[in-house]
């Protein structure tokens, strides 16, 4: 438990950033449809 929480800890800003590039990626492709 304590080394699965520590592991959540570091991993937290890595998932904040991939989530921000998912977001990104979604919006864009988001307007590419539009556009279509």
Same mark, same amino acid.
């Given at each position: +438990?304590? &080394? *699965? #929480? =520590? *592991? $959540?800890?570091? $991993?937290? $800003? #890595? %998932?904040?950033? =991939? *989530?921000?590039? =998912?977001?990104? +990626?979604?919006?864009?492709?988001? +307007? %590419? =449809? &539009? $556009?279509?």
């Amino acid at each position: +438990m304590q &080394a *699965n #929480g =520590l *592991n $959540s800890d570091t $991993s937290k $800003s #890595g %998932w904040e950033k =991939l *989530n921000r590039k =998912l977001e990104e +990626m979604f919006k864009e492709i988001g +307007m %590419w =449809l &539009a $556009s279509d």
